[in-house]
Nanobody, 115 residues
Framework: QVQLVETGGGLVQPGGSLRLSCAAS????????MGWYRQAPGKGRELVAL???????WYTDSVKGRFTISRVNAKNMMFLQMNSLKPEDTAVYYCNIVPAGGSPWGQGTQVTVSS
């Protein structure tokens, strides 16, 4: 199984930006859909964006127009550009295949949006 490592989180003020990175231990070329999930304190994990191998993207309504997902198969990397961040975006962000099923979860990267 491909192992995934998320980086790029941090503390940012409302309205700020962050770029998350997801590095895979192996090839993601054959993986159809990959996505970014998040889990806010006291809440369940939710899918916020996905991208297919063909480049089709989907976003949950709350992040549309603010987040952009991308992937570079040749580098086994996936990214999430997050702009106009809001306090409600505070969560641990994870990358994984979609649907995640039994695919192992990484440690995630903490994103905190606060003034």
């Amino acid at each position: 199984q491909v192992q995934l490592v998320e980086t790029g989180g941090g503390l940012v003020q409302p309205g700020g930006s962050l770029r998350l990175s997801c590095a895979a231990s192996g090839s993601i070329f054959s993986i159809n859909a990959m996505g970014w999930y998040r889990q806010a304190p006291g809440k369940g994990r939710e899918l916020v964006a996905l991208i297919t191998s063909g480049g089709t993207t989907w976003y949950t309504d709350s992040v549309k127009g603010r987040f952009t997902i991308s992937r570079v198969n040749a580098k086994n990397m996936m990214f999430l550009q997050m702009n106009s961040l809001k306090p409600e975006d505070t969560a641990v962000y994870y990358c994984n295949i979609v649907p995640a099923g039994g695919s192992p979860w990484g440690q995630g990267t903490q994103v905190t949006v606060s003034s």
